[in-house]
T-cell receptor, first 111, second 116 residues
Framework: RKEVEQDPGPFNVPEGATVAFNCTYSNSASQSFFWYRQDCRKEPKLLMSVYSSGNEDGRFTAQLNRASQYISLLIRDSKLSDSATYLCVVGRMDSSYKLIFGSGTRLLVRP | DTAVSQTPKYLVTQMGNDKSIKCEQNLGHDTMYWYKQDSKKFLKIMFSYNNKELIINETVPNRFSPKSPDKAHLNLHINSLELGDSAVYFC???????????????FGPGTRLLVL
């Protein structure tokens, strides 16, 4: 079992739709949580950090449930430019601090 | 104004060859990383260096040897390339020692390696 699990999708939604992605992590020692975005044939880029209290950045809302080891990302009013792969990422200390990436959820927003 | 750059962008080579990938960051960061993203898009850390010192060495074949001549550069040399080494290799950097739990990592554009 992978340490960070995501539904690979693809999620195919019309413009303007609301879409939610979920992610679970297995290591309770995980300390930090992020969503990264990766466009086709590009590098991953940080979308937002995720805090226990939940946080919002424009149309994007992220939630963390430590008890259930569950992270979510909600995208409201989807735009064509939101089409990408969304990577759930957790950070924890091992010999040093490191990031563990999920394999990503692919989103396709259609006109 | 490239932040994290990698060369080459594409690398096609024969099995058994030795090749190097170079990475440079101009962000003044202390920590640099190499990741491998396989055909299933799974991104996995390989190595991490902090101020030229190796701090993460995941279970990677010893055909892979990172080298950090200074804190702005982290190169990856691969000996005796195998078919299974075909992947996208990303370099990344982060500001400090890699011990901050909220530290963002900035990725280079990737090197697409194809071993024939």
């Amino acid at each position: 079992r992978k340490e960070v699990e995501q539904d690979p999708g693809p999620f195919n939604v019309p413009e303007g739709a609301t879409v939610a992605f979920n992610c679970t992590y297995s290591n309770s020692a995980s300390q930090s949580f992020f969503w990264y975005r990766q466009d086709c044939r590009k590098e991953p880029k940080l979308l937002m950090s995720v805090y226990s209290s939940g946080n919002e950045d424009g149309r994007f809302t992220a939630q963390l449930n430590r008890a259930s080891q569950y992270i979510s990302l909600l995208i409201r009013d989807s735009k064509l430019s939101d089409s990408a792969t969304y990577l759930c990422v957790v950070g924890r200390m091992d010999s040093s601090y490191k990031l563990i990436f999920g394999s990503g959820t692919r989103l396709l927003v259609r006109p | 104004d490239t932040a994290v750059s990698q060369t080459p962008k594409y690398l096609v080579t024969q099995m058994g060859n030795d090749k190097s990938i170079k990475c440079e960051q101009n962000l003044g960061h202390d920590t640099m990383y190499w990741y491998k993203q396989d055909s299933k898009k799974f991104l996995k850390i390989m190595f991490s260096y902090n101020n030229k010192e190796l701090i993460i060495n995941e279970t990677v074949p010893n055909r892979f040897s990172p080298k950090s001549p200074d804190k702005a550069h982290l190169n990856l040399h691969i000996n005796s390339l195998e078919l299974g080494d075909s992947a996208v290799y990303f370099c990344a950097s982060s500001p400090h020692t890699g011990t901050s739990v909220q530290e963002t990592q900035y990725f280079g554009p990737g090197t697409r390696l194809l071993v024939l």
